[in-house]
């Protein structure tokens, strides 16, 4: 190589490991979801209208306007179906009826129609990976009545030299124990991934994918936008069962934690993107033949990028809209590069049609004001609200919300409580479920009762959506600026630039033409930093620019000119500035 060569080739390298990238704006017509911000609801935890502690669908309607004032253009439901409640509604009775603790089929459509006077839409949650083992198909399954007899995942087992039963294979459920359960009265095993009442829905079997579609239809024609689909990634076992080998890169060394095992046969089976294709078609048959309007379906698959992105489908059979990006979910530290390569990660390997989307939490992860920092939740969602693509919010975060301390005593979570007392807190998903805190009120508001199934935050008395209100720099008012900057073309359709400087200095620009371009300037430093010049790092940037958002703590206010050549920003802050176009 030539000397040239050689430095070409180095400050290429050095420009991929920093993240430093660019990509076009988009061009063409956006749908109404690509536009959206999707707020995320946990039912038992948004506002309870029966004195009984739990969230209910009452609650949610005569609350819907909280969804719409932050400019939310849909409000996705954790699921809300008849349940035994094991795992809080993840455990299907029956797919076509709601819960009594939530609430009748009246007050779902009542919820559909205020969400419609609202503009709203209203996106079900779906599992198709599992059904409760209350669910008619499984007892009717359990009896071998057909057509349920194969509708889930039935194995003899195998005999050991001493004439013992042993399960068919050594595979471990996501909550941890073994995944198979003896069932006495069908004299077999049947298959769970998840805790031991959620049996495994057989998927291999076209009666049940016949079923499934028809749950899709039942609930389109009561007005839903769309759905989310849970765990899509575990849809299909390996023929067989074999054993899944040791993981040696996850340190668990609990026989009987999920980490324990590699699993190369229950989880990413290539199966699992063939269905969403069918799941994509019938909402589109749907949407033909009523109003043309799309009906959106988001996935759920904690896996590699190049799977995640197999979901997207092809041109020919499109499968999800939106294939959940949880890159900002796993913690990428108070690291720059962490973030623009992790972004460049997602941006890359879109498929040509595929449609980017962004978040920081969900109710399986630990809060982002805890899992980054309290004084960071500004400055993330303005990454999320205003990098191209979707946005995706869960309850609270609007508010920068924190995980609440739940003693072993109290805890609810499934995952939490099959981690035993000297575990539970590195499992349980409570922390982040707990009660939206709407005010300083008894019980932030939440309820008129006397108790919360989950204990509210003490930090209630403060953080709540009422005091924000109140105050013009405050998480939810910058939120609210936020997804209305984000109605701009120059957030919806402008082009992307990322840089960083240091370890610690994150920013990006969106550009459009004829519209005024957008900076963001995040330090996820712990340390102020002083003279930022941005002109180092990004080409054709005015030598000024005017403040739009803040972080609740800035110094500087809306309004104010800087100069991107020498900026101060304190630890934790995040600014969006206005640019002028060229
Ligand atoms: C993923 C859901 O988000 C989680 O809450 C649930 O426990 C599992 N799937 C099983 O349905
Ligand atoms: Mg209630």
Redesign the pocket.
Known sequence: MCRLTIVLFLMAVAAASNGNQDWPAFEGELDWWQKAVFYQIYPRSFKDSDGDGISDLKGITDNLEHVYNLGAAAAWLSPIYKSPMK?FG?DIADYEAIDPIFGTMDDFLALVAKAKTLGLKIIMDF?P??SSDQHEWFRKSVKRVDPYTNYYVWSDGKVDEDGNRKPPSNWISVFGGPAWQWNDERGQYYLHQ?DPS?PDLNITNELVVDELLNVLDFWMDKGVGGFRI??VNHMFEADGFPDEPRNNQSGVTDPNDYGYLDHIYTKDDPRCYGVIEKFRARVDAFAAKTDGVTRVLMT?AYTSIENAMKYFGTPEHPGSHMPFNFLLINNLGRSASNFANGIAQWMDNLPKKGWANWLVGN??NHRVASRYAPELVDALNMIIMLLPGTGVSYYGEEIGMEDTFITWQQTQDPQGCNAGPDHYMEKSRDPERTPFQWSDAPFAGFTEGNSTWLPVNPNYVTLNVKAQELVTVSHINIYKQLVSVRETPTAQQGDLSVRTIGESLFAFTRNFPDEEGLLVVVNLGLEEMNHVNLQTVFDKLPEEATVKITSDFSKVIAGETVSTKDMTLLPNEGLVLGISSE
């Open positions: 795992d993840y599992v990976n599992h998840f959620q849970d765990a759920e109710h399986d």
